[in-house]
């Protein structure tokens, strides 16, 4: 990494649409920018630490988290419309399922380390909403995995790994001992940070800041 290059560290769950759309709209923004390289990594966050193994189907765990269906409804709305303007087609449909995330945050952590953390992250939030796959369901990771060269094995190794999941439990830790409580959140350059699925602008704007710090 050039010395010049802006660090730009993401703090995300995969269960979180907005993450999505924050990525999104992160992408927009570095491809408008033209000043120094950026260099993006991605960390964990659980929204659901406690998430039952064999997930939740779509109704019970929406109404458990946000109230009535009315508002559920409202939500998932305003969620596939703003989808639409970044090229996501939400899918919450009667097959979608929420899942414990922390495995995948550890095929995530591995992923990161070979070089290959955005694009599996990219696959695992386009996998579970927009084409509804059960992401606790080994097959189903093992066919994602195949996309990266990997192999059962070395997905069932990832996931059975309890130093992983503890390395993955702590840097979660890390960024909540620093006020980290909602995500998606940006941290740029280790110093400014930017909570939500913000606009590009912003992105933007926040960029021409740090360049110039």
């Keep these: 990494m050039k010395e010049d290059a802006i660090t730009i560290d993401v703090i995300s769950d995969v269960a979180c649409p907005w993450c999505y759309i924050g990525k999104r709209r992160l992408e927009a923004a570095l491809k408008k920018w ?18 039952r193994p064999e997930g939740m189907d779509r109704d019970t765990y929406l109404t458990n988290k946000f109230g ?15 989808g639409k303007t970044v090229g996501i087609e ?14 995948l945050h550890q095929l995530l952590y591995v992923a990161r380390e070979e070089g290959v953390g955005t694009q599996m992250k990219e696959r695992f939030l386009a996998a579970y909403f927009e084409e509804s796959q059960h992401l606790n369901q080994p097959e189903t990771l093992y066919a994602i995995a195949e996309n990266f060269g990997w192999d ?4 069932d190794a990832i996931i059975n ?15 909540q001992q620093r006020g980290i409580s909602s995500v ?3 941290v740029l350059n280790n110093e400014f940070g930017i909570s939500g699925a913000q606009p590009t602008e912003v992105f933007l704007e926040a ?5 110039h710090a």
């Design 152 to 155: 059962q094995n070395k997905v």
């Design 161 to 175: 790994d309890l130093k992983i999941a503890e390395a993955v439990k702590a840097e979660i830790a890390h960024y």
């Design 207 to 211: 960029l021409e800041s740090v360049s």
């Design 90 to 103: 939400f899918d919450f449909g009667d097959n979608w399922l929420a899942v414990n995330t922390l495995p």
């Design 34 to 51: 033209k000043g120094a390289p950026v260099q993006v990594s991605w960390h964990p966050y659980q929204l659901d630490p406690s998430m």
């Design 68 to 82: 009535s269906v009315e508002r559920v409804q409202a939500m998932t709305d305003r969620l596939i419309a703003i």
């Design 184 to 186: 998606p959140f940006f």
